[in-house]
């Protein structure tokens, strides 16, 4: 906390110094208007303050956008983590062809058709 206190007080020194060495009134010609003696320091940083603005209504709802799909995949992938857990099936230990069918081991028998 004290920290944040130390770096309100650093900005506002900083603000405060700006403010004087921009003390000066300007001109400010926008399209067909006029504005005579604006302060320079105000004009800077209703500038800087403008740019946030239209930097964050472009950018929010597009991170919105992001967060929810976000969220979306989370939910998928816990439900598929799920439905595995919910299928995963021992395996067995039987020696099985590509078809499905069971092979037998014939090694032990007599009747050997190769055997003779």
Not at 52 to 78: C, G, H, S, T
Not at 99 to 110: K, N, S, V, W
Request: with cysteine.
């Amino acid at each position: 906390m004290q920290v944040v206190i130390i770096l309100l007080l650093i900005l506002a020194v900083l603000l405060v110094i700006f403010t004087l060495q921009n003390a000066m009134d300007i001109t400010l010609n926008v399209f067909f208007w006029e504005i005579k003696d604006a302060p320079l320091v105000l004009v800077l940083i209703s500038c800087i303050f403008l740019g946030y603005l239209i930097a964050a209504f472009y950018f929010y709802p597009r991170l919105w956008k992001v967060k929810r799909e976000n969220k979306q995949m989370l939910k998928f992938n816990a439900e598929l983590k799920e439905l595995h857990e919910m299928n995963e099936t021992p395996k067995s230990e039987e020696v099985t062809d590509p078809e499905g069918i069971e092979l037998d081991d014939d090694d032990d028998a007599d009747d050997n058709f190769f055997r003779d």
